[in-house]
């Protein structure tokens, strides 16, 4: 399978906010009747701001795609490459997708200036872990709660 990689094409996002609903029910564990909703308007606002979808295509078919966003250090107040947005379609996974296109978009927050990248992950997702940790990524914080 050839892989290549761009910026989405209007199709291409055409497609990618018409599986939002997944893609956040899959990230998130959360089942709701709003995940697309809530999905589209993350996407929406983040477009709004400079970000964009770069996205693994075959000749016939768009396989997978991050965003490529930014965001803000908290404490140091830095701006941040930030992926905000990580999905393979279900049929083109364990193929090494993921990865490669997590490489390549380092590639582009490097040539955007970046030299610090970040992105969260839900703990329960082992699998993203392992591979993000492959890919170098490290804990920086952790998110805690408690249900009283």
Request: overall charge negative.
């Amino acid at each position: 399978m050839e892989i290549e990689y761009g910026k989405a094409t209007e199709s291409e996002l055409d497609e990618i906010f018409s599986m939002a609903g997944v893609n956040r029910a899959e990230a998130t564990g959360i089942q709701a009747d709003d995940n697309k909703d809530k999905m589209i308007a993350s996407y929406k606002d983040s477009l709004d701001h400079g970000a964009y979808f770069l996205v693994a295509r075959t000749h016939e078919s768009l396989v997978a795609w991050v965003l490529v966003d930014r965001s803000q250090d908290w404490f140091t107040h830095k701006e941040i490459g930030w992926i905000s947005d990580v999905y393979v379609k279900q049929e083109f996974r364990q193929n090494g997708v993921a990865k490669s296109l997590i490489e390549q978009s380092l590639v582009e927050f490097k040539h955007l200036g970046y030299d610090d990248v970040r992105l969260n992950v839900f703990s329960f997702n082992e699998k993203a872990i392992r591979l993000y940790e492959k890919l170098g990524f490290k804990d920086v914080s952790k998110f805690m709660r408690v249900e009283i």
